[in-house]
């Protein structure tokens, strides 16, 4: 069955420092991954889509690689801000069915 | 535009009761999504529909129906309520050429 798993349910950094975080998938080869981002009560927000055939994608401080290879995305905040503290999910797109990792809970310390 | 909207924002039902959740979107989007968001387990697709007319099931659509009579509106409608549909459901709708979805504040729903 199809899988996708974040690293880890919960990371915290300080301030300045660079985020990582990581999504993996198994039995599927997806046309696209995307990231999220969610704020306690809200419904997730959109942030960057990368395809099969690119391998990093930037927008202003977040940078997203896709190695379909190993199955996996990797997710980047530069220059960390405490404005950054969410929950960050990636989803990708199986036959019309979205399918969400569980989250990773960033939070940035000043 | 109000972009995705969804009512009520809180609900308590009571085992066996039956309610319609509203799903709005003004962007002219034709795919609409239901998601059901448990803690640890992230999104799950309930239901999703390519346009008015067609819908069809997601991951968990058991206990759940849906109908789409208009490009606007996706309702959901729980039939007879379960305390394992206590969840946050958030209605989603996708702009077809970036992909990228636009999802609604949400519904805390608590069946008792």
């Known amino acids: 069955s199809q899988k996708i798993e974040q690293n880890s349910e919960a990371l915290n950094i300080q301030e300045g420092k660079t985020a990582t975080l990581t999504c993996n998938y198994t039995n599927y080869s997806p046309a696209y991954l995307q990231w999220y981002r969610q704020d306690p009560g809200r419904g997730p927000v959109f942030l960057l889509l990368i395809r099969e055939n690119e391998k990093e994608k930037r927008k202003e401080r977040l940078k997203v690689t896709f190695d379909t290879t190993l199955k996996q995305s990797l997710f980047h905040i530069t220059a960390s801000q405490p404005a950054d503290s969410a929950t960050y999910l990636c989803?990708?797109?199986?036959?019309?069915?979205?399918?969400f990792g569980a989250g990773t809970r960033l939070t940035v310390k000043p | 535009n109000a972009g995705v909207t969804q009512t009520p924002k809180f609900q308590v039902l009571k085992t066996g009761q039956s309610m319609t959740l509203q799903c709005a979107q003004d962007?002219?989007?034709?795919?609409m999504s239901w998601y059901r968001q448990d803690p640890g387990m992230g999104l799950r697709l309930i239901h999703y529909s390519v346009g008015a007319g067609i819908t069809d099931q997601g991951e968990v659509p058991n206990g759940y129906n849906v109908s789409r009579s208009t490009t606007e509106d996706f309702p959901l409608r729980l039939l007879s309520a379960a305390p394992s549909q206590t969840s946050v459901y958030f209605c989603?709708?996708?702009?077809?050429?970036?992909?990228?979805?636009?999802f609604g504040p949400g519904t805390r729903l608590t069946v008792t």
């Open positions: 989603a709708s996708e702009d077809p050429s970036s992909y990228e979805q636009y």
């Open positions: 962007m002219n989007h034709e795919y």
């Open positions: 989803a990708l797109d199986i036959d019309n069915d979205m399918r």
